[in-house]
């Protein structure tokens, strides 16, 4: 099962911009989490489509799971 961390945060233009971690350690730690995404926010670390981020608007753990299919 592949696991991502999404990490959502809001741009100048108001939208919802994301960025993704594959295999993050878990348990994730929230505070740890979230002096991280203030550091990007505060650092100007990254930009999107809709302008620099300016704050935080979420996070989560994303589980996806494949199955391979032979086929016949």
């Known amino acids: 099962m592949a696991k991502t961390l999404e990490m959502q945060f809001q741009n100048q ?6 960025i993704s971690i594959e295999n ?6 929230p505070v740890a989490l979230s002096a991280a995404m203030d550091t990007i926010v505060t650092q100007n670390v990254f ?7 300016v704050s935080k ?3 989560r753990i994303i589980e996806r ?3 391979d299919i032979t086929l016949a």
């Not at 930009?47 to 981020?53: A, C, E, Q, R, V």
């Open 47 to 53: 930009t999107s489509p809709g302008g620099d981020l």
């Open 24 to 29: 993050p350690i878990e348990p994730v730690d």
């Open 57 to 59: 608007h979420g996070a």
């Open 65 to 67: 799971n494949v199955t």
């Open 13 to 18: 233009s108001g939208k919802v911009a994301k």
